[in-house]
């Protein structure tokens, strides 16, 4: 589980970043908030953060002096926030080796997906196996952590035509590994659990709206034929979604 910490002086965008991340369920399972540099100097010493987000703007400390500062206490990775579209800021980020750079106010979208991409590097890291390791005993290292993002990838592009190799592709992983691996933790394959994610999606809209036809619910939620939507749906649910339909609005 990764640690992230988030720093600023303001309370309603310390608060509001967090529930964000909280809402775009991200492989950062443990968030600690720092009110100013000094705070969070404080708190990295046994929080230990995979990666800091930090305004520029703050009292006592600013955020580049902040980031010099925890750089020396090991912290390897930083998200510089600030309301100033500056390019000297820009430029000083880049020379502290800041991951990236966002203005305020943060588009929750843009920073989920940054933070995912950030999160795929740290977990490759945490990883890593010696050459001389063998693969079995490589294959025994917990794996939670590539299995949330597999589903986060998952349940974000449910409704594209994806495959094991896409999501292979997206970990940076080769795609029969990463199939024995999703078996082996969740009991499921691929193709099952895709389509458990896209059953429930179709269910939502099913209970939701009785005028969208039901090809075009297929459609949405990634099926292009709808016989094999018909299918998959009655084998998971055991009725048609017609009768799903009928039976939710009634």
């Known amino acids: 589980m990764l640690r992230l910490m988030i720093v600023d002086d303001e309370p309603i965008i310390l608060e509001g970043i967090r529930d964000m991340i909280e809402e775009e369920n991200t492989p950062f399972g443990k968030i600690i908030l720092a009110n ?77 997906e940054l933070l995912k991409r950030i999160a795929l590097v740290l977990l490759e890291e945490k990883h890593q196996v010696p050459e001389q390791v063998s693969l079995e005993t490589a294959s025994s290292i917990p794996q939670n952590e590539n ?14 035509d994806i495959s094991l190799p896409d999501v292979a592709a997206n970990l940076n992983l080769h795609p029969s ?14 193709v099952k659990y895709l389509n458990q994610v896209r059953i429930e999606k179709a269910k939502q809209l099913l209970e939701g709206t009785k005028d969208i036809p039901l090809d075009k619910i297929a459609k949405c939620v990634g ?7 018909y299918k998959v749906f009655r084998k998971t649910v055991g009725v048609t979604p017609g009768e799903y339909r009928k039976s939710a609005i009634h």
Do not use: W
């Open 36 to 112: 100013d540099g000094i705070d969070a100097l404080e708190k990295i010493d046994y929080f230990q953060p995979d990666l800091i987000i930090t305004d520029i703007h703050m009292p006592g400390i600013d955020g580049l002096a902040f980031i010099k500062q925890a750089q020396q206490k090991k912290v390897k990775r930083f998200i510089i926030l600030t309301g100033h579209d500056v390019f000297e800021y820009a430029r000083k980020a880049v020379q502290l080796q800041v991951v990236d750079y966002m203005l305020k106010p943060v588009n929750q979208q843009e920073l989920a």
């Open 147 to 160: 299995i949330s993002l597999m589903k986060a990838f998952i349940e974000t592009n449910y409704m594209k």
């Open 177 to 190: 590994y990463v199939g024995q691996m999703f078996k082996r933790e969740t009991g499921d394959s691929f």
């Open 223 to 229: 099926y292009d034929n709808s016989r094999t939507f």
